[in-house]
């Protein structure tokens, strides 16, 4: 339970592959109460309201790319939880990969639609916070992302840019947020997960293979992000802040494995 008490905000749960359905599903079991929240056309794809009635949570829609319904959104929050705790943005979206489009010939209204939705939302979200003064002291924010910040992933096309920016903002917002609030804030890089938004990406099945390989623990999975989450969501993090964090099994640091080399090796056989 070392989240009794707590209360705090969910982004992005859509489904029971989600890394935020998991981490409302033990948040919920170490004792925090919080609101989910995810765009309108997502709850009703989604079975959020499943989710919802396992976790005694409320769900109000919010379309994070909209000024209004993200300041709606804290206004009830405040309302129902007075200030928050913790609050996870599991937001990503591009119209250039749904569509296929090459990252050389890119649709740039779509890639300002990725870049609104999958990063500025993050500043939207966290200026929202601040101005109305929502969190406790030593309360915690996070962003989850991808290692295509750092590295080159050509099929993530577009998506790496939003992640890169996404990790500036918390860098830079986190250093306003820990001097004026006590808040900490920041991004949690996960291994390629089966979340129905990963499988989205090309070759995808592929690559989580070779990442599974590289990584000297394997792929962390969604059960695990969600642990390491309700981790820096505690009393126990108090002093991380700024940080990128990478939970991906060692890939971030591995050159080459031998796993990947045997298998390279054999297939010149």
Not at 88 to 103: Q, T
């Amino acid at each position: 339970m070392i989240l009794k008490g707590k209360k705090g905000i969910i982004f992005g749960a859509l489904d029971t592959k989600s890394i935020a359905w998991k981490v409302a599903e033990l948040a919920h079991k170490e004792g925090a109460e919080f609101i989910l929240t995810n765009a309108p056309i997502a709850l009703r794809m989604g079975t959020i309201n499943e989710l919802a009635a396992k976790t005694s949570s409320e769900v109000i829609p919010c379309d994070v790319s909209l000024d209004a319904d993200m300041s709606n959104l804290i206004d009830k929050a405040i309302e129902k939880f007075g200030k928050l705790d913790f609050v996870l943005h599991s937001i990503g979206m591009s119209l250039n990969v749904r569509k296929k489009n090459p990252y050389t010939d890119l649709n740039y209204d779509f890639m300002h639609k990725t870049l609104d939705i999958s990063s500025i939302s993050f500043h939207r979200l966290m200026q929202n916070l601040y101005q109305k003064d929502a969190m406790n002291d030593w309360g915690s924010i996070l962003g989850l992302t991808y290692i295509a910040a750092q590295r080159v992933f050509p099929d993530y096309n577009e998506m790496a840019e939003a992640k890169s920016l996404l990790e500036s903002f918390a860098r830079s917002f986190g250093y306003h947020f820990g001097k004026a609030k006590k808040v900490r804030v920041n991004t949690i890089s996960q291994s390629p997960t089966m979340t129905t938004a990963g499988s989205g990406v090309g070759g995808f099945d592929a690559f989580y293979t070779y990442a599974d390989k590289m990584s000297p623990l394997g792929n962390a999975s969604a059960e695990a992000c969600a642990e390491y989450c309700i981790s820096m969501f505690s009393d126990y993090t108090r002093y991380v802040t700024m940080q990128n964090l990478f939970h991906d099994g060692g890939f971030s640091y591995t050159g080459i494995s031998s796993d990947l080399m045997d298998a390279i090796s054999n297939s010149e056989k």
